[in-house]
């Protein structure tokens, strides 16, 4: 799920009192130095080196996509059993979050310090800690005490367990042209809501760290990547299969929800109660609460909740894992905003045939330009007729419309937008480096994407490159802004005159700029204490680098500047896509109830992120509960119309008549389920 931190390593930081002879996680056999290359996309972007001489490890793990990344140093000190007694990891993040964590073990004491705070613990058994920042490279020292460890699972600090599961065994050509390299692969499992992968080899050095469009790979080994990853890719749609083959009911004949009140959108009120009626994949009726059913339907208890037609996530950048959340967060519809095409066609046909749960997707095709920042995403170009090609492409494929992104050449976006809207395509992005976002409306753009990209254009110098940081950095402007100035009312005048809508992504906005080291984000608050606990522990760190009081009070007054510009905006008439970029389900209950603050009522919310996005998208099957439309919706104990917070305690789900229990599924996640299921009666 994207609404979490990416943990990108654990560290074994342990001991094993009991042991006498060394352990397999010993250094003795990985003495000298290993590289491996950090590719994105197929694109290389970064290193990860090492350098192990005696009982030490050096780290150097550097990657940027995107015009961002992390750049780490650790240092790794074991005793002589192989199992860290000093670890110390420096550097900064993705966002550039400064990063000084170390740990250190002295007999059965153990004392960290991260971006959280410090911790200790006492232990007389042997227990693994979780890394905040580590390198992928923890995850083979982690791999080889667990393979020694009873089930391969241990007790972890701070809190929980992880346990190591060997997935299968394959071998690669070795780059000589000679023999192979024979490799395991293995899932570890419990630092956070999903497991991670990655492979050993037969003498279980490092070989790689996999996910489906990220890894970090053995120089030498690259030419088979897309192979390696494609397993990650595998492994992670057999659990969510198996997922949905436990937890999915796809009821045989009719379903009748008793005793519910509907959210009508288009009168901003609730029925009185009555009971629905799903047939297949459609609302065939809407009767009175006792009306009497036909003979073998499925009844559930709705116990005078709320059933409101599913949501839609309109920045939503598709994944097997967030899929599945977004459903059980009655999340029933996403807009993909740049995805690699063939894994999104694939999981799309997955979820299509019933396979995956996940939302219904509409798609927008990534138009991005080459450059040493460039987001290894969609398709590359490197001039206006390869961009113009690209339209052809997304358009042969039966996108929706098209995303253009940083590293374009703004100067091309007129003819992209002319030729995108003459084949009926939708046209919507970032406002490309060196350009504002004037230029990009006046190109024809149909919506602006992230609200910092259109105020940007109002703090910025012409030669200043948004393809870095400075793109976020640069939001520290924002309060000195005058929003009755003519360079602000002239790109307002043009939202207005053009028709062009707004996806502010308030949501990424608020926890980028009011995330702090040691507290709680506050979009998190809610549900934080439901996760799993390095979860928890993730939503407790900066993104952005905050040096002193004087940046914390830039960016929370720039914050408070971002919600007044999207105030204004309503007020003008400028049509507000609801969408986070951060994965959906919790954050996009969040963005709404951020949306609170520009003078929405809950009533409001609820009709815009159900009917108006389903008559934006032109879906007219979607958006509210009749007979006739799709049964997408969910049902929630209270009333959301008073309080949009309770949109966050959802009892069940149906996605075309496939219904899910988010109580019964959340467990699988180790997340404490938030209320009680139904009753149902088959």
């Not at 008559?615 to 099957?621: A, F, S």
């Not at 104990?637 to 309770?646: T, V």
């Amino acid at each position: 799920m994207k609404f979490r931190l990416l943990f990108l390593g654990l560290i074994v930081l342990a001991t094993y009192s009991c042991k006498k002879e060394a352990s397999p996680a010993s250094l003795t056999h990985f003495q000298g130095d290993e590289t491996y290359t950090v590719i994105v996309g197929e694109n290389k972007v970064g290193h990860l080196e090492t350098h192990i001489s005696g009982d030490t490890i050096h780290i150097d793990y550097d990657y940027k996509n995107n015009g961002r990344g992390p750049t780490m140093k650790e240092t790794i000190v074991l005793n002589a059993d192989g199992f860290p007694v000093h670890w110390n990891i420096t550097g900064n993040t993705t966002f550039g979050n400064a990063v000084d964590e170390e740990y250190n073990l002295e007999g059965q004491n153990a004392s960290w310090t991260d971006a959280t705070g410090s911790g200790s613990a006492t232990t007389e058994t042997p227990k693994l800690y979780v890394n905040q920042f580590g390198s992928p490279y923890g995850d083979a020292l982690t791999a080889r005490v667990l393979l020694q460890a009873p089930e391969n699972t241990l007790e972890v600090l701070p809190a929980g367990q992880l346990t190591l599961q060997e997935m299968e065994t394959l071998s690669v050509p070795n780059p000589s042209g000679e023999g192979e390299l024979a490799l395991t692969s293995y899932a570890l499992s419990g630092a956070g809501l999903d497991p991670s992968y990655f492979i050993l080899d037969d003498a279980q050095r490092f070989f790689a760290y996999i996910t489906p469009r990220y890894i970090a790979i053995r120089e030498g080994y690259e030419a088979v990547e897309k192979d390696m990853r494609e397993l990650s890719e595998n492994y992670s749609a057999d659990r969510y299969e198996n997922i949905q083959k436990e937890f999915a009911h796809k009821y045989d004949g009719k379903v009748r929800i008793r005793n519910v009140r509907i959210f009508d959108p288009e009168a901003l009120a609730l029925t009185e109660p009555v009971s629905v009626v799903v047939n297949g994949e459609q609302i065939s009726a809407i009767e009175a609460p006792d009306a009497q059913g036909s003979e073998g339907e499925v009844e559930i208890d709705g116990n005078g909740g709320t059933l409101v037609s599913g949501l839609f996530e309109m920045h939503a950048h598709t994944g097997d894992d967030d899929a599945l959340l977004n459903i059980l967060a009655g999340v029933t519809s996403f807009r993909d905003m740049g995805n690699d095409t063939e894994v999104l066609s694939n999981l799309i046909e997955k979820i299509e045939s019933g396979v995956l749960a996940g939302p219904r997707v509409t798609r927008l095709g990534f138009i991005e330009g080459k450059s040493p920042y460039n987001s290894n995403n969609g398709i590359l170009v490197e001039s206006k007729e390869e961009a113009l090609a690209a339209v052809d492409t997304y358009d042969s494929l039966g996108f929706y419309g098209i995303k253009l992104y940083n590293s374009m050449n703004g100067d091309w976006a007129p003819e992209i937008v002319k030729k995108a809207h003459d084949k009926g395509m939708f046209v919507t992005g970032h406002v490309p480096a060196f350009s504002n976002a004037n230029a990009m409306l006046r190109a024809g753009f149909d919506e602006m994407t992230h609200i910092n990209q259109t105020m940007l254009g109002w703090v910025l110098e012409p030669d200043e490159d948004t393809r870095t940081l400075l793109r976020l950095t640069a939001m520290k402007r924002f309060p000195e802004l005058d929003l009755n100035s003519p360079k602000v009312q002239e790109t307002l005048d043009l939202f207005v005159a053009n028709n062009t809508a707004i996806d502010p992504t308030l949501a990424i906005h608020e926890l980028l700029m009011l995330s702090r080291n040691g507290e709680i984000s506050p979009g998190t608050k809610d549900f934080i204490d439901h996760l799993p606990p390095n979860e928890q522990r993730g939503f407790k760190v900066a993104m952005a680098q905050i040096a002193d009081e004087e940046e914390d009070k830039a960016y929370r007054e720039a914050y408070q500047k971002i919600v007044e510009t999207i105030s204004l905006m309503k007020e003008k008439g400028i049509f507000i896509v609801p969408g986070t970029d951060l994965g959906g389900a919790f954050f996009l209950h969040r963005e709404l109830e951020l949306y609170q603050q520009l003078g929405y009522t809950p009533a409001e919310l609820l009709k815009l992120a159900t009917y108006d996005m389903a008559q934006y998208l032109g879906k007219d099957n979607l958006g509210s509960i009749a007979p006739g439309k799709l049964a997408d919706f969910f049902l929630v104990p209270g009333n959301p119309m008073e309080n949009i917070k309770d949109i966050k305690t959802i009892s069940l789900v149906s996605k075309g008549g496939t219904f899910y229990y988010p109580t019964e599924v959340y467990p699988a996640f180790g997340i404490r389920p938030f209320t009680e299921k139904p009753d149902v009666k088959e």
